[in-house]
């Protein structure tokens, strides 16, 4: 089993920064690609960004040029920054993780964009 465990979520006005982190723990071995995904009150859950073991990156639609996803596989520790926040980023923040074709996720953390 791989447990995930975010971490820099907060209140930050519009305009502004974040950086969440996601730390890996467990069978942490062989994992494939992490994300992020997020999800608002009364909305379906979103994909934010993805990276595979090698490095490699897509983002969604909303996080094209604002945000950068990032890993450390020697931390087993998985980022991403968050520039330009806008209030339509306030939303719970998933961390993600693929191994041995199972998915796991973290329990997620608050981002609330003020403006």
């Known amino acids: 089993q791989v447990q995930l465990a975010e971490s820099g979520g907060g209140l930050v006005q519009a305009g502004g920064s974040l950086r969440l982190s996601c730390a890996a723990s467990?069978?942490?071995?062989?994992?494939?690609?992490m994300g992020w995904y997020r999800q608002a009150p009364g909305k379906q859950r979103e994909l934010v960004a993805i990276?595979?073991?090698?490095?490699?990156?897509n983002y969604g639609n909303s996080a094209k040029g604002r945000f950068a996803i990032s890993r450390d596989n020697a931390k087993n520790t998985l980022y991403l920054q968050m520039n330009s926040l806008k209030p339509e980023d306030t939303a719970v923040y998933y961390c993600?993780?693929?191994?041995?074709?199972?998915?796991?996720w973290g329990q997620g953390t608050q981002v609330t964009v003020s403006s």
């Open positions: 993600y993780a693929e191994r041995a074709f199972v998915g796991y």
């Open positions: 467990g069978v942490t071995n062989s994992i494939n690609e």
């Open positions: 990276i595979s073991s090698g490095g490699s990156t």
